[in-house]
């Protein structure tokens, strides 16, 4: 069976430190990957997509950006967090060109 | 700009009732669609789908329909209980290959015993 995971689960940074978020998913080959952030109150957030190695497509302008160096392995990054990147981010992976999205545990975030 | 709304960010409902959760989409395109439940720091967990060209999908106690012309789909929970308590989304899709959701921004469904 097919499994996701994420870590750290929880994570405290300062304003201007850098960021690394790592998903992993087992099971399956060459998903589509995706990247989502919950903000406090509201709903989920379409960040990074991923159809294969090296393919990255961004949905919003952000200071984040995203990787992914391996087939299983989808990576958000920043260089430089904001208070606003506060969150709780999640990481999703559907069998490609089919429908449904499976995600991950998710990573809490609080930049301070 | 919302393309996908739920507009109750919450409902009470007691346990062995019927709990009905709204989601209303203004893109015409979208031809396929989710609802998600999530506990509390964890990620969501997928329920049921339903696709454009059918107006319900069953799955035990959940049932989803589709009312493309009204662009409003809802979920059914029958019945309700207390574990059925969760946050509940509902997203939509337009794009075939990548298949991108558009997630509505929940409704918090508690179930009172």
């Known amino acids: 069976s097919q499994t996701i995971h994420q870590w750290p689960a929880t994570l405290v940074q300062p304003v201007g430190s850098p960021l690394s978020l790592e998903c992993t998913v087992e099971?399956?080959?060459?998903?589509?990957l995706y990247w989502y952030r919950q903000a406090a109150g509201r709903g989920l957030q379409l960040l990074f997509y991923s159809v294969g190695i090296g393919q990255i497509s961004s949905e919003v302008p952000q200071n984040l950006s995203a990787s992914r160096p391996q087939d299983r392995q989808f990576i958000l990054s920043s260089k430089k967090l904001l208070l606003s990147d506060s969150g709780f981010y999640l990481c999703a992976w559907s069998v490609q060109f089919k429908e449904t999205q499976y995600f991950g545990p998710g990573t809490r975030l609080l930049v301070l | 700009d919302q393309q996908v709304k739920q507009n109750s960010p919450s409902l009470s409902v007691q346990e062995g009732r019927i709990s009905i959760l709204n989601c209303d989409y203004t893109?015409?395109?979208?031809?396929?669609f989710l609802w998600y439940k999530k506990y509390p720091a964890e990620g969501p967990t997928f329920l049921i789908s339903?696709?454009?060209?059918?107006d319900k999908n069953e799955d035990g106690r959940f049932t989803v329909f589709l009312n493309k012309s009204a662009k409003h789909l809802s979920l059914h929970i029958v019945p309700s209980q207390p574990g059925d308590s969760a946050v509940y989304f509902c997203a939509a899709s337009a794009i075939s290959g990548t298949y991108k959701y558009i997630f509505g921004t929940g409704t918090r469904l508690k179930v009172l015993a």
């Open positions: 099971g399956t080959s060459n998903p589509n």
């Open positions: 339903i696709s454009s060209i059918k």
């Open positions: 893109n015409s395109m979208f031809d396929y």
